[in-house]
């Protein structure tokens, strides 16, 4: 079993939709959990980061963790065209994402359209 | 945010030759860098890591004779694919981690798409 899965979609939904894109992970020890958006082409960029469970905000996107199912999700409210990238979902082997190797999923890659 | 850079950042070479990658982080000093590579609609594998002024530890099936790893400051680190093959063909991205502990993620560099003909 991998440590960290993710449906590789490819998404594609028409703009002003709500977009959950999600993941599971294996090892009930993980803490931190990260969403990286990678443009194609480009290295990924850190969206935002949880630690332990619960909900975290950030203008249109909200993180999730339930570490009950190991599951976590990431919400794009009012998804725009200049979204369309591949979302990847990153946990550290460490307690942060900085100095720590990171198990990413396979991402997902999303579509807005017009 | 902070800055890390690559380059080149894309390059083609015939089989058999060596290529060198640089990482540069641009604004901060990186203790800790990593080396990805990503294949074509799938995931970072992360390769090696590499800290300043040690040996890089790589990941089970990376061959280190292969991809050499040199991190000889805090700001630089290279990666040098010897004896290039068609399937060493990816994009491979470093990124970079200041060196507190507490921060809370490490900085992708834009990436080096090598193809080996």
């Known amino acids: 079993q991998k440590e960290v899965e993710q449906d590789p979609g490819p998404l594609s939904v028409p703009e002003g939709a709500i977009v959950s894109l999600n993941c599971t992970y294996s090892?009930?020890?993980?803490?931190?959990f990260m969403w990286y958006r990678q443009y194609s082409r480009k290295g990924p960029e850190l969206l935002m980061y949880?630690?332990?469970?619960g909900n975290k905000e950030d203008g249109r996107f909200t993180a999730q963790v339930d570490k009950s199912s190991k599951y976590i999700s990431l919400f794009i409210r009012d998804s725009q065209p200049s979204d369309s990238a591949t979302y990847l979902c990153?946990?550290?082997?460490?307690?942060?994402?900085?100095?720590?190797?990171?198990?990413f999923g396979t991402g997902t890659q999303l579509k807005v359209e017009l | 945010g902070a800055v890390v850079s690559q380059h080149p950042s894309r390059v083609i070479c015939k089989s058999g030759t060596s290529v060198k990658i640089e990482c540069r982080s641009l604004?901060?000093?990186?203790?800790?860098m990593f080396w990805y590579r990503q294949f074509p609609k799938q995931s970072l594998m992360l390769m090696a890591t590499?800290?300043?002024?040690?040996?890089?530890?790589?990941e089970q099936g990376v061959e280190k004779d292969k991809f050499l790893i040199n991190h000889a400051s805090l700001t630089l680190s290279t990666l040098t694919v010897t004896s290039a093959h068609p399937e060493d063909s990816s994009f491979y991205i470093c990124?970079?981690?200041?060196?507190?502990?507490?921060?809370?993620?490490?900085?992708f560099g834009p990436g080096t798409r090598l193809l080996v003909l």
């Open positions: 990124s970079a981690a200041p060196p507190r502990v507490s921060q809370e993620t490490q900085y």
């Open positions: 090892n009930s020890a993980f803490q931190y």
């Open positions: 949880t630690y332990s469970s």
């Open positions: 990153a946990i550290p082997q460490g307690l942060t994402g900085g100095g720590n190797k990171l198990t």
């Open positions: 604004d901060f000093q990186a203790t800790t």
């Open positions: 590499s800290n300043e002024g040690s040996k890089a530890t790589y």
